[in-house]
């Protein structure tokens, strides 16, 4: 079956940097795009970003654009979120989804003081 699994979150300073990552398994993760979201406390569902199949195309919201960039690695079925330049605004939990479908566990990401 469909397994996400997240790991990389935790608590950082303000202007700091995480990188997540996401383990693929149970479908062939080279043919699906993927997306990172989040949801902040008390928030709704964020979309972060998408990254195409094959990693040509990526695509963010426009408040993490120049501060996070999303890549794969399709040969160790790995998603990835690299953050910059952290704000306590960016404090959720993130997850690595395919499609809306399938979703990991979470990871949370915490930007404190």
């Known amino acids: 079956q469909v397994q996400l699994v997240e790991s990389g979150g935790g608590l950082v300073q303000p202007g700091g940097s995480l990188r997540l990552s996401c383990a693929a398994s149970g479908f062939t993760f080279s043919n699906y795009t993927m997306s990172w979201v989040r949801q902040a406390p008390g928030k709704g569902l964020e979309w972060i970003s998408d990254i195409h199949s094959s990693g040509t195309f990526t695509y963010y919201t426009e408040s993490v654009k120049g501060r996070f960039a999303i890549s794969r690695d399709n040969a160790k079925n790995t998603l990835y979120l690299q953050m910059n330049s952290l704000k306590p605004e960016d404090t959720a939990v993130y997850y690595c989804?395919?499609?809306?479908?399938?979703w990991g566990q979470g990871t949370q990401v915490t930007v404190s003081s």
């Open positions: 989804i395919r499609g809306y479908l399938y």
